[in-house]
């Protein structure tokens, strides 16, 4: 119930293309589903994060894309850059109390 | 500026014995976190204080200490009793316990059990 899936472990992606991680949850409490950034030695950052009563939120070149009924979210990167090679990590959480995370994607950005 | 210093950045440990991770924050944030970092494991939360001289167990607890004695501290001992404690460890906070805030990130600190 708590867990929070994440695929894929690992992406790699030519500059200027389009990074998708995806996430799925079972707990239906969660109300806030934030993603971080993480680059080596360094903690986490927030990224852009969404409610349920919203289906997509765009930042910039980031995009969350939420499906309430088949408790999925995903994080699209469009225009990648080399600059974006990092750790992400999907997160769901209620009331922001025990932030629960996946297990995290690996994306490499080739020049 | 405003943030979340951890240290040491780096730490080696024996075998047997305890060590105590530092984590200070001056953001004014009334919860702090401990997690630990696992390669393809995510972050797994130790324990969490959302108030001065109170804190709770997180999922795996087992083998470490922390202590709440001031609201910009928040010290984590990984003691003897943990089995596999080589890990990076994070230490996190948020403005608010409970309804709203953002989890904010220390640098992390690596422990490596020799």
């Known amino acids: 119930q708590q867990q929070v899936k994440q695929s894929p472990q690992s992406l790699i992606v030519q500059k200027g293309g389009i990074s998708i991680i995806n996430c799925a949850y079972e707990?239906?409490?969660?109300?806030?589903f934030p993603w971080y950034q993480q680059f080596p030695g360094k903690g986490p950052a927030l990224l852009i994060a969404i409610r349920p009563d919203v289906s997509e939120k765009k930042e910039g070149r980031f995009t969350i894309s939420f499906n309430k009924s088949a408790k999925q979210f995903s994080l699209h990167i469009m225009d990648s850059q080399p600059g974006d090679s990092a750790t992400y990590f999907c997160?769901?959480?209620?009331?922001?109390?025990?932030?629960?995370f996946g297990p995290g994607t690996r994306l490499s950005v080739l020049p | 500026d405003g943030g979340i210093t951890q240290s040491p950045k780096y730490l080696f440990r024996k075998e047997g014995q305890n060590v105590t991770l530092s984590c200070e924050q001056n953001?004014?944030?009334?919860?702090m976190y401990w997690y630990r970092q696992d390669p393809g494991q995510g972050l797994r939360l130790i324990y969490y204080s959302q108030i001065v001289n109170d804190f709770q167990k997180g999922d795996i607890a087992e083998g470490y200490s922390v202590s709440r004695e001031k609201k910009e501290s928040f010290p984590l001992t990984v003691t003897s009793a943990q089995k596999n404690p080589t890990a990076f460890y994070l230490c996190?906070?948020?403005?608010?316990?409970?309804?709203?805030?953002?989890?904010?990130f220390g640098e992390g600190s690596r422990l490596t059990v020799l």
């Open positions: 953001l004014n944030h009334d919860a």
């Open positions: 996190a906070s948020s403005p608010l316990a409970g309804v709203g805030g953002e989890l904010f």
């Open positions: 997160a769901a959480t209620v009331l922001r109390e025990n932030f629960v």
């Open positions: 707990n239906t409490a969660f109300d806030y």
